[in-house]
């Protein structure tokens, strides 16, 4: 079965510092990827997907994400991070994109920014 | 509106009462999801839709819960014999399907007492 793990629960960074977001699947094929992201008051909002391709994907905000398949992973970057950043993150795994966006989650890694 | 609309945004019920949840997609969508978030939680899958008919209902907990979409459009997740553990917050999504980008809504809080 597919799962998602983000082993990080909160993330505490000064603003302008590098950002990096971990993210592990398992999934037997190859997985199509996403990260979310969840601010206060808001719904959750793509920032990322990698379907296949380039292992390197870019995002809004200026978010980037490696995908890593001797890893297992999807982690999520940013060079330098705003205040207005400040939110929960979530990693997803998609089984197939066909006709259904039936996607799991992780448990989210909720992102501090301090000035 | 241009987003994904959820009614009411917070409701608070007693253990064992009947609860409708209401999704309100963005025009022209013709998937519909529904998530649930539990606390500390990431969003996890109950129920999509193409178009009227349920496609995939594998992540509904048990038959007290039961989602329509009777249109296509508007749809209804209902909750019959309300417990405890059903309080969380019931995040609805839409998209045009095959993109893996979901809209969503800002979420239904439920809290069961």
């Known amino acids: 079965a597919q799962s998602v793990t983000q082993p990080d629960i909160h993330i505490t960074v000064s603003e302008g510092a590098s950002l990096e977001l971990r993210c592990n699947y398992s999934y037997g094929a190859t997985p199509y990827l996403f990260w979310y992201v969840q601010s206060p008051g808001q719904g959750l909002q793509l920032l990322l997907k990698?379907?296949?391709?380039?292992?390197l994907v870019q995002g809004i905000k200026g978010f980037e994400a490696e995908f890593k398949r001797s890893q297992s992973s999807f982690n999520l970057r940013k060079p330098s991070v705003h205040w207005s950043d400040a939110a929960e993150y979530f990693c997803?795994?998609?089984?197939?994109?066909?006709?259904?966006?039936?996607?799991?989650f992780g448990t989210g890694t909720r992102l501090q920014v301090f000035p | 509106g241009a987003g994904v609309s959820q009614t009411p945004s917070n409701k608070v019920t007693e253990k064992g009462k009947y609860v409708e949840l209401r999704c309100d997609p963005i025009s022209g969508h013709t998937a519909l999801y529904w998530y649930r978030q539990s606390l500390g939680q990431g969003p996890e899958f109950l129920i999509y839709f193409q178009g009227t008919g349920a496609a995939d209902d594998s992540g509904l907990p048990n038959d007290r819960f039961f989602a329509v979409r009777p249109e296509g459009s508007v749809s209804t997740l209902k909750i019959q014999r309300t417990e405890r553990g059903d309080s969380a917050v019931y995040l609805c999504?839409?998209?045009?399907?095959?993109?893996?980008?979901?809209?969503f809504g800002e979420g239904s809080r439920l809290t069961v007492l």
């Open positions: 997803a795994v998609g089984a197939s994109i066909g006709d259904t966006d039936k996607l799991i």
């Open positions: 990698y379907f296949s391709g380039d292992t």
């Open positions: 999504a839409s998209s045009t399907g095959g993109t893996g980008e979901l809209f």
